[in-house]
């Protein structure tokens, strides 16, 4: 099978369309959707919303898709599609977020291949589609839900050999060490993300937070490794460079997601002990639950009440999935994830939470073999 993945640049999209070509067992090429202006493609979403691909004029769709793709980088796509490494490959596209639902459509349209999105299709129908993957949360008010819509409690991830692989490289080359001597000691992961429409994100109360962190490492024998992301105010990171200066000791590799493009997180992941995660991000606390750990969640400001966020932390707080808790409960927490839980590997928590069903059921919904969905861990 070869996925066309339809991404709008965003790490979170990204990510979670590539772990689910991952589970399929499939190789993957990316189209990234560029040069088009939200506004603009609000519009074109508004105008077409009528009208399936197919009855869209030609020359439109062909206009339509050199707005939302680099020529050279389509014609790329295109040409290896049309003739993969191996002949007998299923062709599929995948999209995620509201930005490539439509460009998603033109591309299955055009390679007359099924067509999987993932989270938001705003004034897009789900008839469109030939199949829908959505976070529980997003579909909760819906009184009838569409047969090619699958839910899954969390946001979906995935690592593969090659990728991990990459991780691994980078965090050697900065850490000076090798990926075996870092095996060996003892690590926390720290993983903060950012502002949102649903909380804030203090410097006072992240840097306590990161204090109270600090302290607790030094009574489990521990390092600490630090990542921030894009979304991560520039106040918070820094406050946080500051304290690094004077706890240079505690910690093994940070990377500042404001400006490094690194993502260390598959890495962190696999080193870590206990892991901790700012509230605001649930693909970095579904990763770590996907990746085996019971993540402590660090509990932000809410700016609205009965967002998905809630109904999204119902959910992992009464299956036992992560630990929440504020500031003055985080050294008990870390400590309790650290004495009391042991990790898990990534195949027992998919069975668990009927990961492995939910692809099957995707790939009946799409009329698909199951032939090459992944069984890795």
Known sequence: MLAIIVTDGKRGHENQSRALAHFLGADSLTLNVSGIHQPTESIIRLVLYPFPPSVIPLPLRSLLLHLYFPRPELERVLQSASKPADPRATLLVISAGTLTSIPGMLISNRLNAPHVHLLGHSLVPCSRFGALLVPSHDVRARRRVPRNLITFPLAISSTDEGELKR?????????????????????????????????????DLILE?????????????????????????????????????????????????????????????????VVIVTEDSISMISEAILAGHTPVVVQLPKKRRRSKFEYFAGYVRDNGLARFCENVQLERSIIEVASAFKKRSAKEVRAELGLDEVVSNLLEVLGMSKFGVSSTS
Not at 177 to 193: A, H, P, R, T, Y
């Open 167 to 203: 991780c691994i490289n980078n965090l050697e080359l900065r850490s000076g060490k090798s990926w075996d001597n870092l095996q060996g000691k003892n690590f926390v992961s720290m993983l903060i993300g950012g502002e949102n429409s649903y909380f804030s994100m203090e410097p």
């Open 209 to 273: 937070a990161f204090r109270v962190a600090l302290s607790t490492l030094q009574k489990i024998d521990a390092r600490l490794l630090l990542t921030t992301s894009r979304r991560t105010p520039l106040a918070v990171e820094e406050v946080l460079k500051a304290e690094i200066r004077d706890n240079v000791h505690l910690i093994e590799t940070v990377v500042w997601g404001r400006s490094d493009l690194f993502n260390p997180v598959p890495g962190f992941l696999e080193l870590s002990k």
